[in-house]
């Protein structure tokens, strides 16, 4: 498998992580789980360029990444 393109991004008023995986969409009939834990609030849309952005509101002073991890000989590339 191919390490995950994207970007990723926080913005404020309100907290927001946003991340734009690059050649990606939900499957057709998929919807993103409920949010939990510190999301408020997931939602998830097409770009323009190809990308599927997804945003999570999250509470004022949280803090969010996005990591990748390598694909080893039991799992894909993956990004945490």
Do not use: C, K, Y
Request: without cysteine.
């Amino acid at each position: 498998s191919e390490a995950p393109r994207f970007r990723f991004f926080t913005l404020d008023d309100p907290r927001r992580a946003v991340l734009d995986l690059q050649q990606a969409r939900l499957a057709p009939g998929r919807s993103l789980p409920a949010p939990g834990g510190l999301a408020r609030s997931l939602r998830a849309a097409p770009r323009p360029d190809g990308a599927l952005r997804v945003v999570v509101e999250l509470p004022d002073g949280a803090t969010a990444r996005a990591l990748p991890v390598a694909a080893d000989e039991r799992n894909p590339h993956r990004l945490i």
